[in-house]
């Protein structure tokens, strides 16, 4: 087939990646795709609602099969999870690790966009102790697997952290990490500051306000008009809790010596339903947090404290997970139901006929894909008719 034009729109098709570094994250909006559920659609069906709802930045607990394999050639960029209970066999034998990384993320390059793994799941200061000890040691094997293997320059390597690793988060400029959690993290902190690593934060103004309704104003926990909370040291004003959250992780990377890392907010979100003592886990509220939070994301902002840092974060979750223990939150953080339809209305699709949003979405910017995506697509799109003509 010689035909000069296709030749050329070749080129164009493929020079954007001799120059791009791949970056774990695109835009600012993202969604963890948790599935603790018996009930939900199959990862194809995922595929084409995360399509259709333009969102590219998806993030596994596990690197299922048959999610890798659905996702191949799909554009979406995914983050695989070395699951807890790998932990330490990980860190002790460097051998399971290469196969580890062969197996479920070398095999599925390059359609499969992997572009991280995090390594366990809140371990420091919510599991116990032996996983705090071994995950340094599989981070560092993870890491020289890839490296071994060149694609290093391609995944990024993390650990996502809850707010149990704070000793106090308020007012955000107070924020330290535990004592018995420093000798763990520091040593993290630097090997993820040697490789270019952001600090992963799972952060739940929900969680706060379910603690403490009585003393939190829900206004300020939904992003909505509210006199906020004024820090003195940092000399700031907070009109919301999910800012202050991000602020108090950034203050304990200064405090600890780290104030060139980046903080992503791995996790974020609100429950549609609850126990009786989970105040504020209902439809309304969860949409409120999930609109303003779509709409706080599309704003491309830092926070008061790190203006140029623009928040990027994964919303939790996808779907409501009806084998997830816990509480009845627990299983309702879900955007969309099990049947594919949408929980509540913040300008997505469902899968299933007739299940459309109603809302103008004005306010909302396009923020899944980026002008290259659309460009490289419709490039694609073109060299197919070419070679079909
Ligand atoms: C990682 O690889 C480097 C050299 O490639 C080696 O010096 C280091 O000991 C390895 N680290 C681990 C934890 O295996
Ligand atoms: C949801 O909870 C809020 C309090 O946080 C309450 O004011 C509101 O009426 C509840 N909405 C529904 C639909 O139950």
């Not at 596994?60 to 070395?82: M, N, P, R």
């Not at 359609?111 to 102790?129: F, K, Q, S």
């Not at 306000?209 to 939190?216: A, K, V």
């Not at 140029?308 to 409501?320: D, E, L, Q, R, S």
């Amino acid at each position: 087939m010689a035909n000069p034009i296709a030749f050329l729109l070749l080129f164009l098709f493929f020079s954007p990646f001799a120059f791009l570094k791949v970056q774990a994250f695109t835009g600012t909006y993202g969604v963890n795709y948790g599935r603790l559920a018996n009930n939900i659609p199959s990862p194809d069906e995922v595929v084409a609602l995360l399509k259709a709802a333009k969102v590219r930045n998806v993030r596994i607990y596990d690197a299922d099969h048959s999610v890798l394999k659905a996702f191949g050639g799909t554009g979406l960029e995914i983050v695989v999870g070395l699951p807890n209970g790998q932990l330490q066999d990980m860190s002790a034998n460097a051998d399971h690790a290469l196969n580890w990384v062969k197996d479920n993320v070398q095999s599925f390059l390059p359609a499969t966009r992997i572009v991280g793994i995090a390594v366990g799941n809140e371990v420091l200061g919510v599991e116990d102790i032996s996983l705090w000890e071994a995950l340094l040691g599989a981070v560092k094997n993870i890491y020289n697997a890839t490296k071994k293997l060149h694609l290093d320059e391609m995944i990024e390597i993390s650990t996502a952290n809850s707010f149990a690793v704070f000793a106090n988060s308020y007012p955000p400029s107070s924020c330290k990490f535990k004592d018995d959690i420093s000798p763990y993290m520091k040593p993290l902190l630097e090997f993820f500051s040697q490789i270019g690593s952001p600090f992963c934060l799972n952060a739940y103004p929900f969680l706060a306000y379910i603690r403490d309704p009585e003393n939190i104003d829900i206004n300020y926990a939904l992003f909505k008009p509210t006199k906020g909370i004024y820090d003195s040291k940092f000399r700031l004003r907070y009109d919301n809790m999910l800012d202050a959250q991000i602020d108090a992780a950034y203050a304990a990377l200064e405090n600890a010596g780290f104030d060139k890392m980046e903080v992503i907010v791995t996790e974020t979100g609100w429950a549609s339903n609850g126990d009786q003592n989970e105040v504020g886990a209902n439809v309304s509220n969860a949409r409120t947090y999930n609109y303003n939070l779509r709409k706080r994301l599309a704003k491309k902002k830092g926070t008061p404290h790190r203006p140029k840092n623009v928040v990027k974060a994964y919303v939790f979750a996808i779907f409501n997970e009806n084998t997830k223990p816990g509480a009845t939150s627990e299983r309702n953080f879900g955007l969309f139901k099990a049947d594919g339809s949408i929980s509540y209305d913040i300008g997505f699709h469902g899968l299933n006929a007739g299940d459309s949003s109603h809302l103008a979405l004005k306010n909302i910017k396009n923020q899944g894909l980026s002008p290259s995506y659309t460009m490289v697509f419709s490039l694609s799109a073109l060299i197919v008719l070419i070679f079909w003509s």
